[in-house]
């Protein structure tokens, strides 16, 4: 990193941030991923502008190749590049560490990826990493940097030091969200963003964050910046960032984007009155909680707009659940999915196969509970053992080669030794494809044509599938 001169110091420090996610390269991307700008980045954007930071971002979510990234570093001349890092993009960002260093920047990353395998991070080429809440940290660094001065011991900050770590002391959450200015949506390019939404649905659509954090603690669950703790913007705070994407932007439908939304009842409750007072006329989506979900709020919810739910029903069996420490019922499953159903929200459910414990009729009794409600979208993926989390912790000694190399598989390779071969989940995702067809095919289909199919795929399953796959010829029972 070259010290700025005295003549740079009087002018204010720059930062430019960078996403180095494209959509092109993502294997998830055509089926379930919907494109929005990094939220962290935005607010990071809009944290330090407050601050008197010169601040650009360059995001490569439309982007073919680095070239936007190195354009910009030229014209730019950053002292500081700060990327936002997750496990599918981390080739890209460490090529943007090096280049941002040859051309005399310090290089920082932040974000889920950097904070689960900091000492990665830095051995590869990164100067620091911030494995937490980034606003004020990022504020403290670019000072430093400007200064012509070291970061080691700026509190949030990790470094590398002769091959040792150097942790500067550990950086409080930020106390109140409300405080956050709105995001800097400027920053990117939202026209592409609402143009491609604008195709594809006829709807302008944008992502919103009320909280961070998650107090909830399922085994399987990776939440490396923010933990179990959870804070949550004001209702208040909310519409006015509903009502600034609207009248920017012309945004009329919101993806909530918190790890869980509506945690607490008062809050969703004053969330759903302004939204009738408002009147922003917006569609909305959530990720939500079957336990969390009541009939009542479901209604109250679609009345403001609610579009669509995602929710994490994991498994039809009770035993699994409980093994994932997941905290919810099936009965609460199925009273969710069936005021779902009544109230015309759609259901995305995720399901996940191969959690440790699992067996033959587990799965079954996840296929069942599946019929049962047909959900109008799901994903089903094998369970992944993300590094940090008890699952990790409990498949360590049979991960495969895979989990070494495989970069965000998306859950659909086995990446430990589970209890059946990969094969076997393979086919089992197979068959929740054929099931999803069928519950389409209900509607236009005669009823008894669509259980013939059903019950000829069952004996498939049965009486050849599994025995092949599992490698034994007894029929597995059923259950559910
Ligand atoms: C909303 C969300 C999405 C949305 C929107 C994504 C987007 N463009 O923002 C959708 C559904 C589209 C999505 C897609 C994907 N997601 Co996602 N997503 C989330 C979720 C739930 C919230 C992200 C968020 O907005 N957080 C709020 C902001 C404020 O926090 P933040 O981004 O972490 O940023 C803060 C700090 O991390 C830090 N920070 C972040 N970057 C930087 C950079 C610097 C320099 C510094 C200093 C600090 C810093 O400061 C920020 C502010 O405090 C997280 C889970 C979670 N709670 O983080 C998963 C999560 C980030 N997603 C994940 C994954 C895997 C994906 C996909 C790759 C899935 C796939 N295709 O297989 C795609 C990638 C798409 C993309 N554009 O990158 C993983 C990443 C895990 C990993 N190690 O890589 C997570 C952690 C979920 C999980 N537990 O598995 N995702
Ligand atoms: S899976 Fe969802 S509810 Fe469970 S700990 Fe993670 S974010 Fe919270």
């Known amino acids: 990193m070259t010290d700025p001169t005295p003549a740079d110091r009087r002018s204010p420090p720059r930062v430019l941030l960078v996403d180095p996610y494209m959509a092109k390269e993502d294997p998830m991307e055509r089926k379930f991923v919907e494109l929005y700008p990094s939220l962290g980045l935005l607010t990071l954007g809009a944290y330090l502008r407050r601050h008197a930071v010169e601040v650009g971002i360059v995001d490569l979510t439309f982007a073919r190749d680095l070239r936007p990234f190195t354009a910009r570093l030229r014209s730019f001349r950053p002292e500081v590049v700060g990327v936002h890092t997750k496990t599918l993009t981390y080739p890209r960002a460490l090529e943007i560490a090096r280049r941002a260093r040859a051309g005399g920047a310090l290089a920082v990353a932040g974000g889920p990826d950097a904070a689960t395998r900091t000492e990665f991070y830095l051995a590869a080429g990164f ?77 302008r659509r944008a992502a919103v964050l009320t909280s961070r954090g998650c107090p909830f603690d399922c085994s399987w669950c990776s939440k490396p910046t923010f933990g179990r703790s959870f804070r949550q913007q004001s209702p208040e705070r909310v519409v006015e960032e509903l009502r600034a994407l609207r009248d920017r932007y012309r945004v009329d439908y919101v993806r909530f984007c918190d790890d869980v939304f509506g945690i607490s009842r008062p809050w969703i409750d ?28 479901l209604h109250r919810m679609r009345a403001t707009g609610l579009a669509r739910v995602y929710v994490g029903v994991e498994s039809g069996s009770q035993k699994m659940l409980d093994l994932m420490n997941r905290g919810t019922r099936l009965a609460q499953v199925e009273r969710t999915a069936a005021a779902l159903r009544k109230e015309g929200i759609r259901q995305f459910w995720f399901l996940m196969l191969g959690y440790p414990g699992e067996t033959l009729e587990d799965i079954e009794a996840t296929l069942q509970l599946f019929r049962r409600f047909s959900p109008e979208e799901y994903s089903v993926s094998i369970a992944v053992p993300i590094p940090g989390t008890r699952f990790h912790e409990r498949v360590r000694e049979r991960l495969r080669g895979a989990a070494r190399k495989t970069r965000g598989a998306g859950g659909r390779t086995l990446l430990f030794e589970a209890a059946y071969p990969e094969s076997l989940y393979r086919w089992q995702q197979a068959r929740f494809g054929l099931e999803a067809a069928l519950g389409k095919a209900r509607a236009r289909l005669s009823p008894s044509v669509v259980s013939r199919i059903g019950e000829v795929a069952d004996r498939f399953h049965e009486q050849v599938a599994t025995p092949l796959l599992v490698g034994k010829r007894t029929p597995p029972r059923r259950g559910g």
């Open 127 to 203: 100067d620091v990493v911030v494995p937490g809440e980034g606003e004020a940290t990022i504020l403290d660094i670019a000072a430093k940097v400007h200064a012509g001065r070291d970061v080691v011991g700026v509190p949030g900050v990790v470094v590398r030091r002769e091959g040792r770590l150097l942790r500067g002391p550990p950086r409080p959450f930020l106390k109140d969200l409300d405080e956050l200015p709105l995001p800097a949506w400027d920053l990117v390019d939202m026209g592409a963003y609402l143009d491609q939404w604008e195709r594809g649905t006829g709807e």
């Open 270 to 297: 004053r969330l759903l009155t302004l939204l009738e007072e408002e009147e922003l006329h917006l569609q909305w989506e959530c990720l939500a909680r079957v336990d969390l979900l009541k009939p009542d709020l």
